[in-house]
């Protein structure tokens, strides 16, 4: 057997070894010879089998920290490593570099391309996801990171810079998502999503993220996807707003304002750090969808206010009246 990879391995005493810092873990291993204690820092990758005793091997296989010495090391790229190592990590199987490379083959639509779009595609393209659909023909602004005639087409110069390996593309005309559909969809607005597209995002059965920016504060959620086997169904967006019509009845004579186009000045872009937070969480929530697991807005959203941006999760049900409830994948 072999640590799992990504632990530090730590002293504590002549005869206490540490290995791990994350409290999910971390473990101490006592009571080793002076020897013993050195050879278990020094043993990175190598088996720890015949350099421990068995209480020693014990603690570390009952904290989930061992694996089965592979007949060959497993490589990854050397700029998705950090993926690989701290996704293995939490994975119950362990596998790191399998997850990255399953990103690799996953294809990831953004649109909406402002300061959050630009950090949710910038996110997933550095996180390893392997081809990346830009859309935003909106020209940029003073507040946009790049120049360029449109959004997209900045944001993709970014990303050939930042992450060289992702393919970028900026389709265009219309129905260009339903061509060649991604393994996901995410959505970026301001004031509220666009009913339009959600409707037709969900007629696609395309799994979908919105992202809102608010006058200062962000919501990323529900991830719509439909539900699997024994879960029970899971909101949409018309969901959610069923449930506000519900509490407020003038809410859709509110959300028709919010959806409708601005006249003169486009909608103001969300602040730096709550645009970077939001996007950050909406990229972990596709990651998480990519690699097997299970994003934690599916069925619930995260809130963010400025001035802390600190995540706070609420959970949504789905409304019986909304169709989507039969959705079940
Ligand atoms: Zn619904």
């Known amino acids: 057997m072999q640590l799992r990879q990504g632990l530090r391995v730590l002293r504590r005493a002549t005869d206490e070894v540490q290995v791990g810092l994350d409290p999910r873990w971390a473990v101490r291993v006592a009571g080793l010879s002076p020897e013993r204690a050195e050879r278990l820092l020094r043993t990175g990758d190598r088996r720890v089998d015949d350099a421990l005793p068995a209480p020693a091997l014990d603690a570390l296989r009952t904290a989930g920290l061992l694996r089965p010495g592979p007949a060959r090391a497993r490589r990854v790229r050397p700029d998705l490593r950090p993926e690989a190592l701290a996704h293995g990590l939490v994975r119950a199987d362990g596998d790191g570099v399998e997850a990255v490379r399953?990103?690799?083959?996953?294809?990831?639509?953004?649109?909406?391309?402002?300061?959050?779009?630009?950090?949710?595609?910038t996110t997933l393209a550095v996180a390893g996801v392997g081809t990346l659909l830009l859309d935003d023909e909106r020209a940029p602004g003073p507040e946009d990171v790049a120049a360029g005639p449109d959004r997209a087409a900045a944001l993709s110069g970014v990303l050939r810079r930042l992450a060289p390996r992702a393919r970028?593309?900026?389709?265009?005309?219309?129905?260009?998502?339903?061509?060649?559909?991604?393994?996901?969809?995410?959505?970026?607005?301001?004031?509220?999503?666009?009913?339009?597209?959600a409707l037709t995002l969900l007629g696609a059965d395309l799994p979908h993220l919105p992202v809102v920016t608010r006058e200062a504060d962000a919501l990323v959620g529900p991830f719509v996807r439909p539900a699997r086997a024994g879960e029970p169904p899971l909101p949409c967006?018309?969901?959610?707003d069923l449930h506000r019509a519900a509490a407020d009845p003038a809410w859709p004579v509110v959300l028709a304002q919010l959806v409708a186009p601005r006249a003169g000045a486009g909608a103001a872009e969300p602040p730096a750090a709550l645009a970077v937070v939001a996007g950050g969480l909406a990229a972990a929530e596709v990651l998480a969808h990519l690699d097997g697991g299970a994003p934690r807005t599916a069925g619930a959203q995260y809130e963010?206010?400025?001035?802390?941006?600190?995540?706070?999760?609420?959970r949504w049900a789905a409304h019986p009246d909304c169709g989507c409830a039969a959705l079940v994948g």
């Not at 990103?103 to 950090?119: E, N």
């Not at 967006?237 to 959610?240: M, N, Q, Y």
């Open 237 to 240: 967006l018309r969901c959610l």
């Open 102 to 121: 399953r990103r690799s083959r996953a294809t990831v639509a953004v649109l909406g391309l402002g300061r959050a779009g630009s950090a949710v595609a």
């Open 168 to 197: 970028v593309r900026v389709p265009r005309g219309p129905g260009r998502l339903l061509a060649d559909p991604p393994d996901a969809v995410v959505t970026v607005a301001a004031d509220a999503p666009d009913p339009a597209t």
């Open 304 to 314: 963010i206010a400025v001035p802390a941006v600190a995540p706070r999760l609420r």
